[in-house]
């Protein structure tokens, strides 16, 4: 299912998380305002879900790949 995820070399993954999931740096980050966001229950507009998933989505892709290992891609 994610032999496609085992192809993408480490580094060109966890840039874009570090980038994206920090976000922009001042006053806070995105993903981590969001999240709290998602905690109270005010996660609602659009724009904040699309947001969510945008700086959010490398973030879990990294999990994905450090948690199977690294693996040769089939």
Known sequence: MF???DRIP???IV????????APFVPEP?????L???????LHRPIDIFDLLMHGTPVI????KVF???REPE
């Open 36 to 42: 709290k966001m998602l905690m109270a229950g005010t």
């Open 10 to 12: 480490m580094h060109m």
């Open 30 to 34: 995105h993903l981590w305002e969001k």
């Open 68 to 70: 199977r290992g690294e």
């Open 15 to 22: 840039l874009p998380a570090l980038l994206l999931g920090l």
């Open 61 to 64: 892709l990294l999990a994905i």
């Open 3 to 5: 032999n496609w995820l």
